[in-house]
């Protein structure tokens, strides 16, 4: 097994999904690499800080059954469509069929750009996250509830009867809450929490109900997980069964997730 390989496999192998016979090449790669195994203890140190923290949960298992049918429905529908395509194609005489054929091909390759270009603002989630974190830090959006005890921040976020979720404000000490508000963005609320610590830049946490946006080109991680940094911020995406959550600072990628992780561990 090459490094390269192994760095295909290193999130399944956190989370103890590989096969037989993958554990088996990836233990052997493991004894005679050490920058494989380093990487590897780095990523289950973050997975399980995550755990800690409630930053990373397991999704229901009626959930994934939930989805793993609709992707069965969907699959069986795509190739539902080839079928009905090929009956009615295969008939055709040699030179009809060779037209057909470059207007189904032309016909699909328009399908696909439009799905490419409607892909194409996944980078806003980001964009937006770094917004309201630029917003909140120099206080042009003023905290409704100043409040430094994670609970009872929750606690007053929750009973506002203005989320459509119910909301998480986790203690990311040797950081200080300092409060939090809702906003609403785009027809639906958004809890926000702000996390100081002196001589360090703040970090703000965002939980918005719903499936993760699309995330932009280049965001590592996995099984609902992931962090991309760009432009000065780093932002941890983290998806749970009801809702999703921002954790964004202007700190690198790998000092935020290391300083996330040491503060589970207080």
């Not at 590989?18 to 233990?27: D, F, N, Q, S």
């Not at 770094?130 to 905290?143: F, K």
Request: with cysteine; glycine share 6%; proline share 6%.
């Amino acid at each position: 097994m090459t490094c390269d390989k192994y760095l295909d496999l290193v999130a399944a192998h956190v989370d103890g999904t590989l096969t037989e016979r993958e554990a088996g090449e990836v233990e052997d790669h493991l004894r005679d690499c050490d920058r494989c195994r380093h990487l590897f203890e780095e990523e289950a140190r973050f997975h399980a800080a995550f755990v800690a923290r409630q930053l990373l949960v397991p999704v229901p298992i009626d959930v994934e059954q939930r989805l793993r049918q609709r992707l069965e429905v969907e699959g069986e529908a795509s190739r539902s469509l080839w079928v009905r395509l090929g009956a009615w194609f295969v008939p055709l005489p040699a030179f009809p069929r060779l037209a057909v054929a470059l207007a189904v091909a032309a016909t699909l390759t328009v399908m696909l750009l439009s799905h490419l270009f409607r892909s194409a603002p996944a980078a806003d989630i980001f964009a937006q996250a770094v917004q309201y974190y630029q917003a909140v830090t120099a206080g042009e959006l003023p905290l409704e509830y100043a409040v430094e005890d994670p609970q009872e921040l929750q606690t007053r976020l929750n009973t506002s009867a203005r989320l459509d979720f119910t909301t998480r404000v986790v203690d990311l000490r040797p950081y200080r809450l300092r409060g939090g508000k809702i906003v609403e963005t785009a027809g639906h609320p958004l809890a926000v929490a702000l996390y100081e610590e002196e001589g360090e830049t703040p970090i703000v946490c965002l939980r918005q109900r719903g499936p993760l946006p699309p995330l932009p080109q280049g965001t590592a991680g996995s099984n609902g997980h992931y962090w991309y940094t760009a432009d000065g911020y780093t932002a941890v995406f983290t998806q749970f069964p009801d809702h999703f959550c921002i954790m964004i600072s202007r700190q690198p990628q790998d000092i935020f997730l290391q300083r996330l992780a040491a503060a589970s561990g207080s």
